[in-house]
T-cell receptor
Framework: GENVEQHPSTLSVQEGDSAVIKCTYS??????FPWYKQELGKGPQLIID?????GEKKDQRIAVTLNKTAKHFSLHITETQPEDSAVYFC??????????FGTGTRLKVLA | GAGVSQSPSNKVTEKGKDVELRCDPI?????LYWYRQSLGQGLEFLIY????????KSGLPSDRFSAERTGGSVSTLTIQRTQQEDSAVYLC??????????????FGDGTRLSIL
C-alpha cells in the first residue's frame, strides 16, 4: 500500500546550524507534499507545502525540495532557533483524498 | 480567523464508558478528517467526510467507533465501551476540498483521551 518513510526519527542540532529532514513516498501518483510542525499539546500546523510541478520552494528560513524521479522530498531549516524545536511530519497526497503521513521527526535545537 | 475547534481538550473516563468528541471545522471547509495519534507516534487515519457524500470509514479500528457529521459542518466521534488501548490524542482536520484538489489540511489541537 501507500507509504511515506521519514528520517531521522530524532535530530539534535546546535542553534544556528541547519536541519534537514527527508521523506520518501511510494505512490507515484502523489502530487502534493505538505510539512507540518507539531508543538507539545498542539495540533500539527502547516509550515510549508510543495506541489509536484515545482522542484523547490522557500519561505524565509524554511525550504522544501522535491525529486519526483527518486520520490524524495526534504525539509531544510536554516539558522535554527530554539523555537524550531518540535515534531515535524511530512505527508504525501495523490489523486485521492487521503494524506499519507510520515512517522515524524523530533527536532531539538540546543542553545 | 477561527481555526478548527475541538472539545473537550482533555477527557478522562473509566474503562467501559462511552465518550463523544466534537469537532468544529473551519467555516466553508467541505472535507473533514479524524485521526488518532498515540503517544510519540504518527497520525492514524480514522474517517473522512466530504460534503454530502458517504463517509470513508475504512480507518475505524473497531465497531465501537462511529462518527457523524451533521449539516456538513460539526462532526462527532463516538467511542463506545472504551478500552485502555483507546487512550490517545484524537485530531480533527478540515480542508476546502478533498479528492482532486490539493488544499492543505488545518488541524485542531485535539482531544487527549485517557481511559483508566
Amino acid at each position: 500500500g501507500e507509504n511515506v518513510e521519514q528520517h531521522p526519527s530524532t535530530l539534535s542540532v546546535q542553534e544556528g546550524d541547519s536541519a534537514v529532514i527527508k521523506c520518501t513516498y511510494s505512490d507515484s501518483a502523489s502530487n502534493y507534499f505538505p510539512w507540518y510542525k507539531q508543538e507539545l499539546g498542539k495540533g500539527p500546523q502547516l509550515i510549508i507545502d510543495i506541489r509536484s510541478n515545482v522542484g523547490e520552494k522557500k519561505d524565509q528560513r524554511i525550504a522544501v525540495t522535491l525529486n519526483k524521479t527518486a520520490k524524495h522530498f526534504s525539509l531544510h531549516i536554516t539558522e535554527t532557533q530554539p523555537e524550531d524545536s518540535a515534531v515535524y511530519f511530512c505527508a504525501a497526497k495523490g489523486g485521492t483524498y487521503k494524506y499519507i503521513f510520515g512517522t515524524g521527526t523530533r527536532l531539538k535545537v540546543l542553545a | 480567523g477561527a481555526g478548527v475547534s475541538q472539545s473537550p481538550s482533555n477527557k478522562v473516563t473509566e474503562k467501559g464508558k462511552d465518550v463523544e468528541l466534537r469537532c468544529d471545522p473551519i467555516s466553508g471547509h467541505t472535507a473533514l478528517y479524524w485521526y488518532r495519534q498515540s503517544l510519540g507516534q504518527g497520525l492514524e487515519f480514522l474517517i473522512y467526510f466530504q460534503g454530502n457524500s458517504a463517509p470513508d470509514k475504512s480507518g475505524l479500528p473497531s465497531d465501537r467507533f462511529s462518527a457523524e457529521r451533521t449539516g456538513g459542518s460539526v462532526s462527532t466521534l463516538t467511542i463506545q465501551r472504551t478500552q485502555q488501548e483507546d487512550s490517545a490524542v484524537y485530531l480533527c482536520a478540515s480542508s476546502l476540498a478533498g479528492r482532486s484538489s490539493n488544499q492543505p489540511q488545518h488541524f485542531g489541537d485535539g482531544t487527549r483521551l485517557s481511559i483508566l
